[in-house]
């Protein structure tokens, strides 16, 4: 059975950081793509940063260029999308998505950035 679960959501101010991990289970990280998806209040879910398992490829979101980085450890099935320069606007329920294939989704965290 394919398993994400995504750690580090929380609360921070605006310009701070975050750091989001999603772990994968019952699939390898060689074929595919794993990412992150995020839904704030009254909108659509919309993709944030995706990569490729095999060529490490990755892709971001306009309004994330140059603030959020997205990684890959392969040997510990695990993502990480580091997030600098939170504005008020980054706050959504973060989810982790793989397509491997086959479309799988984790259960969310919360990331709020507010004063």
């Known amino acids: 059975e394919v398993q994400l679960m995504e750690s580090g959501g929380g609360l921070v101010q605006p310009g701070e950081s975050l750091r989001l991990s999603c772990t994968g289970s019952?699939?390898?990280?060689?074929?595919?793509?794993i990412g992150w998806f995020r839904q704030a209040p009254g909108k659509e879910r919309e993709v944030v940063s995706c990569?490729?398992?095999?060529?490490?490829?990755?892709a971001y979101t306009q309004s994330v260029k140059g603030r959020f980085t997205i990684s890959s450890d392969n040997a510990k099935n695990t993502i990480s999308l580091q997030m600098n320069s939170l504005k008020p606007e980054d706050t959504a329920v973060y989810y982790c998505?793989?397509?491997?294939?086959?479309?799988?989704w984790g259960q969310g965290t919360q990331v709020t950035v507010s004063s």
């Open positions: 998505h793989a397509l491997i294939p086959g479309s799988h």
């Open positions: 019952g699939f390898a990280f060689d074929d595919g793509a």
């Open positions: 990569i490729g398992m095999s060529d490490g490829h990755t």
